[in-house]
């Protein structure tokens, strides 16, 4: 056979030779549940289709789910290592039969020319160099990365897959659909388009790191409550972030009678604010206009019901102890913000930055 038909035979062989790696590796989960056929039921895919089916009858067992997680962890993981190993054996072959068709036309166009071929042969075996170069670019221009840095791209990915892992494993609790939801992003983390994404991330930034969407996993009342107390904290400039105590004394002082006995301990759980934040002065006395007072009386009253009622309980609470105290020393006034319900917690991302 002529060395014009043989070069794109050539190529076409490892083309399709690479169409699988083209895809990604296999899937673990999808919509319908794992992907198992009759010849994957032992092993990790075969663990796996347990622990999902475990899980799946005790959807809100977190032991059940987390292991469904580790279990969908190790076979991803393991679909993502031998999508690598035989990207890398194609890869190789791709460049063997690169410099193959390299050398064949070459040598063909010159034997043509020593022994004066006619300028259609030697067009034909420039045609057919020329197209199996372009077949042979098309798969690497799609397949991302060529065989002297797959290793790199390898590492970079598993890097990727771990870290995501690591970070969903701190979620709590788990649950038979949130676990689902964590372990379709990690296997979609080793797939030619996401592995496309990271690698252009990496070379631009960094390190690859976890993102958790943690105002997923907050009740509404929660974020409305953090929201309040950060525009108190913008406005009375407090050490650190304005706490409980803190954010109900205000509420005591402005949202509730007070006398003036309970203006002393409101005074104390406020000692902390810095002067211009302060509604009182080094003697605990109240200050007579102070400026903030009508922004703070906006923002406590922007509070969460839940939380209105949390620390109007505290002041009773206060209340029906010194009735029956008596004048004994009493602990210590103490609010806290009331227990947020239990949610799912959120999705993990991963990007690099």
Not at 192 to 199: F, T
Not at 255 to 281: H, R, V, Y
């Amino acid at each position: 056979m002529p060395s014009f038909q043989v070069m794109p035979l050539l190529g076409l062989a490892v083309l399709i030779a690479a169409c699988s790696t083209t895809q990604g590796p296999s899937p673990t989960l999808d919509k319908d549940g794992p992907v198992v056929s009759d010849n994957t039921k032992n092993g990790l895919t075969g663990r796996f289709a347990t622990s999902e089916g475990l899980s799946r009858a005790k959807q809100t067992e977190d032991a059940l789910a987390r292991q469904m997680l580790e279990d969908g962890f190790a076979l991803i993981y393991a679909n993502c290592d031998l999508f690598f190993t035989s990207a890398g054996q194609t890869q190789r072959w791709l460049m063997v039969t690169r410099d193959t068709v390299g050398a064949v036309g070459t040598l063909a166009a010159s034997v043509m020319a020593l022994h004066d071929a006619s300028n259609n042969a030697v067009a034909n075996v420039a045609l057919a160099t020329g197209l199996t170069f372009a077949g042979l670019d098309i798969y690497t221009k799609n397949f991302l990365f060529a065989a002297e840095n797959i290793d790199a791209v390898r590492e970079l990915t598993t890097h990727a897959l771990n870290v995501h892992s690591e970070a969903v494993r701190d979620q709590s609790p788990l649950t038979y659909t949130s676990v689902s939801v964590h372990l379709l992003d990690n296997q979609n983390i080793c797939t030619p388009a996401s592995i496309l994404a990271l690698v252009r991330q990496a070379i631009k930034k960094g390190d690859v790191q976890p993102t958790v969407d943690s105002h997923f996993s907050q009740p509404l009342a929660t974020r409305t409550d953090q929201a309040v107390l950060a525009e108190l904290g913008a406005l009375l400039n407090p050490p650190g972030t304005l706490s409980g105590d803190q954010a109900g004394a205000l509420w005591w002082l402005y949202m509730e009678p007070t006398t003036s006995t309970q203006k002393k301990t409101i005074a104390g759980l406020l000692g902390d604010l810095p002067d211009a934040g302060n509604p009182f002065d080094s003697n605990q006395d109240y200050k007579s206009g102070w400026t903030h007072e009508a922004a703070v009386r906006r923002a406590l009253n922007k509070f969460s019901p839940a939380t209105k009622v949390a620390f109007a309980d505290s002041i009773k609470q206060r209340a029906d102890a010194v009735a029956k105290g008596a004048g004994a020393p009493l602990p210590p006034m103490r609010f806290s913000l009331p227990a947020p319900s239990v949610r799912p917690a959120g999705r993990v991302s991963v990007d690099v930055r």
